[in-house]
């Protein structure tokens, strides 16, 4: 009896994973109405969304049919005069950026300096091997357990 429960639970466990495994969470958030999302980047808890609960921006939905975010981007902008990060969701192909980078066309005064763009959760703030270390703890418990 105590194997099957085991088992269970070991299912229970990856199945969480696999769910969560689909929408990607990235930081959402801009330099000019919070300073901790400029080029020093702090990580904050309320910044950090779902990218599954947001649609494209209009502007890119005719290119891109599909409603999932694909990764994370972090936007340079120049708004006349005074340079602004921009960190969110990215729509589109990873590999080919140019469209998905592209800048709002109803913003014409505003000049895009550089968009990075990444396909992991919370990639476009600061690196931290936290979510690296959660996985491996949470796989060796796994194991154990099976063991």
Known sequence: MAFSIKQLLAI?????LACTGYAIKCYQCES???????????ADARN???CSRFAPPSF???????R??????????????????VRSCYFGDISHTETGC?????????????CDVCA??????????APIAGAILLFFGVA????
């Open 60 to 66: 890119l939905q005719s290119f891109y049919p599909v």
């Open 68 to 85: 999932n975010a694909t990764g994370c981007m972090k936007k340079v902008i120049d708004v006349p005069g005074r340079p602004q990060i």
């Open 102 to 114: 592209r800048a709002d066309p109803a913003l014409p005064f505003v000049k895009q300096m550089s």
């Open 32 to 42: 000019i109405t919070s300073p901790k999302c400029g080029e020093h980047f702090e």
């Open 120 to 129: 992991k959760d919370e990639c476009n703030g600061s690196s931290s091997l």
């Open 144 to 147: 154990r357990l099976l063991a």
């Open 48 to 50: 950090l969304v779902d």
């Open 12 to 16: 229970c466990i990856l199945a969480t």
